[in-house]
């Protein structure tokens, strides 16, 4: 079957570094996104892995192992505005376009 | 960047009417466009794959008579929830891709269907 794991919340300081990490199970896998959601509010990209290593946009970075199915957001130097939740999602290669999103992290951070 | 707009951006029906939720790329042709649902405090749950031009692929367990997706363009598909009952009531989510090579996709603002 398919199956994607995330934690469900995150607390942490302003200035602090979280490290939301999602496993997945997912036969034809062809990459990991990341998207960040604020309460009613659409989701927006934040970065796609589809080989190993790190990606690093600004603030935030996603890594991917492919032979651990297993990745991570890093969200550094945290906002008050980073507030919100953040869903992993994996695409397949037979049907390369869709995702299919976790459960989602609610990072909360406090001053 | 990419901008997807949804219309409305909320409505309230009465059981057994129809409502039709707009999704629109502006200033992009999207060659396919998704439909999502989303309850509080929860996941994106795919509804169904639309390409213009062509029938619309629906995730397992999803009514495609009660959930009508049409692409008419490149920058334009529709979802009609046809004969709506409290519990259609959600947060339905389109979301748009150019095409090509990149994963990324570009979400609308989402519209609020409460059904009474």
């Known amino acids: 079957g398919q199956s994607l794991e995330q934690p469900s919340e995150v607390t942490a300081v302003e200035g602090a570094i979280v490290q939301i990490n999602c496993t997945y199970q997912?036969?034809?896998?062809?990459?990991l996104s990341w998207y960040q959601q604020h309460d009613g509010g659409a989701p927006t990209f934040l970065s796609y892995?589809?080989?190993?290593g790190l990606e690093e946009t600004g603030r935030f970075s996603s890594f991917l192992s492919r032979s651990d199915s297993y990745g991570y957001l890093l969200l550094q130097e945290l906002q008050m505005k980073d507030s919100a939740s953040y869903f992993c999602?994996?695409?397949?290669?037979?049907?390369?376009?869709?995702?299919?999103f976790g459960a989602g992290t609610q990072v909360v951070v406090t001053p | 960047g990419a901008v997807v707009s949804q219309h409305p951006s909320w409505v309230i029906c009465k059981s057994g009417t129809s409502v039709k939720i707009e999704c629109r790329s502006l200033?992009?042709?999207?060659?396919?466009m998704f439909w999502y649902r989303q309850f509080p405090k929860q996941s994106l749950m795919l509804m169904a794959t639309?390409?213009?031009?062509?029938?619309?692929?629906?995730e397992q367990g999803v009514e495609k008579d009660k959930f009508l997706i049409n692409h008419a363009s490149l920058t334009l598909s529709t979802l009609t929830v046809t004969s709506a009952h409290p519990e259609d009531s959600s947060f339905y989510i389109c979301?748009?891709?150019?095409?090509?090579?990149?994963?990324?996709?570009?979400f609308g603002p989402g519209t609020r269907l409460t059904v009474t």
């Open positions: 997912t036969s034809g896998f062809y990459g």
């Open positions: 200033d992009f042709q999207a060659t396919t």
């Open positions: 979301s748009a891709r150019e095409g090509g090579t990149t994963a990324e996709q570009y």
């Open positions: 639309s390409n213009e031009g062509s029938k619309a692929t629906y």
């Open positions: 892995n589809a080989l190993d």
């Open positions: 999602a994996v695409s397949r290669s037979d049907s390369w376009g869709k995702l299919q």
